[in-house]
């Protein structure tokens, strides 16, 4: 059977948010259809959207139609300006065009050509959507895509897979085959994991690549922490991480990351104000995604705060400011977070939160654990220890929107996994009673056991339980 090649690159994509299974998917889907229709592409008079199950109840709060639009209009999330996503969308409704791609102009009406289907879902994933174009000649044309979590995208068809033409010199599908090939070799998990990256590229572009996506996280926190306002959608939810920031620092201000950190840094070691920091970092950045902000998927949009903030808290009060390190860091949470991928899901409309929350504050808790000099058996512990502690998480977003419970649970996350890390530092992971794959098969089988109404489907939970009255989309 052949082994799921995943890379760090899959599991940490740069995007847009507010959701990387409802957003950056959609976009992806919608990109990719433009581009497989090729030379047909002048051709098209018509087109019309649907979107089924999950990608329809929480599309509006998840912001699944503007992705459609974007993607369809052939703009890419990685580098499109997001201070330009309203005016494009205003302009597109007011006129009733889309200009595909770019280059050809059909009449357009997002109220009546994207379908939201509630009460209809397709068997594969909950995140369906199917695009349906006519021809000049008459001739109808349809691809269904599934957006299976973290961006991830197969088309109707496929096997349920990102399968690569590489062959890596160490396949890894479970934790119990990554420590045998860390016993073998007497690689690290790190170690281990550029060596397969080797198959895709050279160690120096993966080292640039991974640098990369930790500048775009930075930028994501250090903006977080300095832009106040209400967020948008209609829950009128007011951004705190600037408030606390400017509070932590005493009202200093700073211009730059750099002196930023080193004035964080600075304020010592207390535990709660350590604490509080890791809350402000991992709001900073989940106030960003819920704003149609530039992300990366951690593994997925609704915990991309989680990462982040337990790297900047590794760099601030650990003394991990070192280029190596955030490599080794990144690399480490990378190999944790394909095995969810591949043996569970990454996917809240498949998995609940747990799938998203708890997978990230795993990943988070197995690197930061090597980082601070654990051992291989050490940190695949502390992946299972935080995510033991997340088993049963349901999604159940407030208004389809990734703000209330969704931005503090990424505070919660991140916490935990500096727990589970300390705790796997100082135990003996001989001595463990749970292991990691234990663990991931216990989260997919809550998965498949957990309502449907408590899956990304904003139907059961604190979605139905708190009073709201959203404007009208």
Known sequence: MPHECIS??????????????????????????????????????????????????????????????????????????????TPKIDGIRR??????????????????????????????????????????????????????????????????????????????????????????????????????????????????????IWQVMQECIYRGCHTTGEL??????????????????????????NSWIMAIRDGGQHFSYTL?????????VNEENASFGRVVTAPTNGAAGVIPAVLQYYIAFCDGLDEDRIIQFMLTASEIGSIFKKRATISAAMGGCQAEIGVSSAMAAAALTECLGGSQRQVLMAAEIAME????????????????????RNTMGAIKAITASQLALQSNPELAKVSLDA??????DTALDMNSKYKETSDGGLAVNIPISLPEC
């Open 232 to 257: 948008p959608g209609g829950l009128k939810v007011g951004r705190r991480a600037a408030a606390l920031n400017k509070k932590l620092l005493k009202g200093r201000t700073y211009t730059d990351y």
């Open 8 to 85: 760090v690159f899959d599991i940490f994509k740069i995007g847009v948010g507010p959701s990387s299974s409802h957003t950056l998917g959609p976009w992806r889907a919608a990109m990719r259809f433009i581009d497989e229709l090729g030379d047909q592409l002048p051709e098209v008079t018509a087109l019309t959207v649907l979107l089924y199950g999950s990608l329809a109840k929480t599309g509006h709060g998840h912001g699944t139609d503007i992705a459609v639009l974007l993607g369809l209009s052939g703009d890419d999330p990685v580098t499109f300006d997001v201070n330009q996503i």
């Open 276 to 284: 509080d920091w890791v809350s402000c970092f991992a709001l900073a």
């Open 95 to 212: 006129d009733r065009k889309l200009v595909l791609n770019g280059q050809h102009t059909i009449g357009f009406d997002p109220v009546t050509d994207i379908e939201f289907l509630f009460e209809e879902s397709l068997p594969f994933h909950p995140n369906a959507l199917t695009f349906l174009v006519t021809l000049r000649n008459g001739e109808q044309l349809a691809a269904t895509y599934y957006s299976i979590g973290g961006g991830f995208v197969v088309k109707e068809g496929e096997l349920n897979s990102q399968q690569h033409s590489v062959e890596l010199p160490f396949p890894v599908d479970t934790a119990r085959q990554l420590l045998q090939w860390c016993i073998k070799t007497g690689f690290s998990i790190s170690e281990l994991v550029m060596e397969n990256e080797q198959a895709w590229r050279s160690e120096a572009a993966t080292k640039e690549g991974v640098l990369k």
């Open 439 to 444: 663990v991931v098969k216990t989260m997919w």
């Open 389 to 408: 502690h997340h088993l049963g998480l349901t999604c159940d977003p407030i208004g389809g929107l990734v703000q209330v419970p969704c931005i503090e």
